[in-house]
């Protein structure tokens, strides 16, 4: 009984330990949302076992491996869509990149108890354990390093899925060729610490294409900021130009205004409202040439929403504006025309795909304290979405520039007390902050 009891839970712990690597590597990439149903849980992590025990379980170790990538792909179905695709492209990089953090340990350990390598990976449980364990706590430690200091999601395009798998499959042929020459031919404590050296720069290798990911994403991130930025700033200076036009035209008005009173008094004396209704045309051309709304009182919010409202008249789409903000907040102006940006963006996209007499938005704004402001966006859709962690997960194809306006909104929130809420309520979406 306990000759077959070890092996068995040597698989069984096999398929946890990997499988939660896995599951870790996905979370320190980020953008990859797991589905909350245990029923579909118990399916997926069910069948692998069965397919583990029924079918790998009968072949020579040398053979499980290979095999074992094409089964814990399973865990990618796992993943919400709609980036199960994209999570099963980026699978074979997560599992090859864990595996070699696994080889690593177990090459250090052969150094430290001068052990055989074909001993500690085929017949030594106990070293098995304390390898996987490690393993885990190394991809724990990492992934608390992501959540505190870095929590964006690699952009993944198809150059970084070339570099990430042109250096997988390179350190993994390095790792691999040792492994076979320490099995086959030489096991000797000098060979084994060249392999360990070998393991640690093929480790910071890895490191540093990950690394190279996420600056990449983060210039990404940047240059999106800054085209933000530039067309804020454009819209603001179109805003005051017309300001200013407006003002001086008004001053001019006033300037003249016991001239036009004479010259309308004497129209009237004469009765010729012909000329005296060309004149008072005239005179508001001249005067108003155009009247700069209101919109809410705020010169920032109201810059943006003179050139979004054009928007959404063009795809007929019915905007009404409730409340009122002072022209001066504490909120930096930055970062309320990013949030107010990307947000009334968002409600235009989702209200133009409604049927014409179903488009619609809503916003509201107002001081929730003094100088601190409100905003709440509402808009329909066409059809019940999930949102989780205020992303939405299931509306379409989460590609990255897709994410990044409502990503840049959640890195505003958390300077604010990270009050950003989004849910969906029948049939609309509300999006609400508070600044």
């Known amino acids: 009984m306990e000759k077959h009891l070890i092996p068995f839970l040597w698989d069984l712990l096999r398929i946890f330990f990997d499988g939660s690597a896995c599951l870790l590597g996905y979370q320190i990439l980020e953008g990859f949302s797991f589905s909350k149903n245990i029923t579909k849980w118990l399916l997926v992590t069910g069948g692998m076992i069965a397919i583990y025990f029924l079918f790998l379980d009968t072949l020579p170790p040398i053979y499980k491996e290979p095999l074992c990538i094409l089964l814990f792909s399973l865990i990618h179905l796992l993943v919400e869509p709609p980036n199960r695709k994209r999570a ?151 805003y005051l130009k017309n300001k200013i036009k407006q003002d001086t035209q008004l001053r001019k008005f006033r300037h003249d205004y016991q001239a036009h009173m004479i010259i309308l008094n004497t129209l009237i004396e004469k009765q010729d409202y012909t000329a005296l209704k060309d004149y008072l045309k005239k005179m508001n051309e001249y005067s108003l040439l155009e009247n700069q709304k209101k919109y809410t009182g705020n010169l920032i919010i109201d810059s943006l929403l003179k050139n979004l409202l054009d928007q959404a008249k063009s795809k007929g789409i019915e905007v009404t504006i409730n409340g009122h903000l002072p022209l001066e907040l504490e909120t930096d102006s930055y970062d309320l025309g990013v949030v107010f940006y990307n947000l009334f963006k968002n409600a235009l996209e989702s209200a133009e795909k409604m049927p014409v007499n179903q488009r619609w938005i809503e916003i509201t704004v107002s001081e929730f304290t003094k100088c601190r402001p409100y905003l709440s966006i509402v808009n329909p859709v066409n059809h019940p979405i999930k949102i989780e962690n205020n992303t939405i ?37 509300i999006a609400e902050i508070f600044l």
Request: charged share 15%.
């Open 393 to 429: 997960v299931t509306s379409k194809h989460d590609t990255f520039n897709h994410g990044l306006g409502l990503r840049n909104v959640k890195d505003i929130a958390k300077k604010y007390d990270n009050q950003f809420n989004l849910f969906y309520k029948q049939g609309t979406v």
């Open 88 to 238: 099963l492209a980026i699978y074979p990089f997560i599992y090859l990149a864990t595996s070699a953090i696994s080889v690593t340990l177990l090459m250090f350990e052969g150094i430290l108890i001068n052990g055989k390598i074909i001993h500690l990976i085929y017949s030594d449980f106990y070293s098995f354990l304390l390898v996987n364990i490690c393993t885990l706590a190394i991809l724990l430690s990492i992934l608390y390093y992501r959540k505190k200091f870095n929590n964006n999601p690699i952009e993944l395009t198809i150059r970084q899925y070339i570099i990430f798998y042109t250096t997988v499959f390179a350190t993994l042929a390095i790792l691999s060729a040792w492994q076979y020459v320490a099995i086959h031919f030489d096991n000797s404590r000098t060979f084994v610490v060249i392999g360990s050296c070998t393991s640690i720069a093929c480790l910071l290798l890895l490191y540093l294409v990950v690394y190279q990911a996420f600056l990449n994403t983060n210039r990404h991130l940047l240059e999106e900021k800054q085209r933000l930025q530039d067309k804020f700033y454009q819209m603001q200076q179109e």
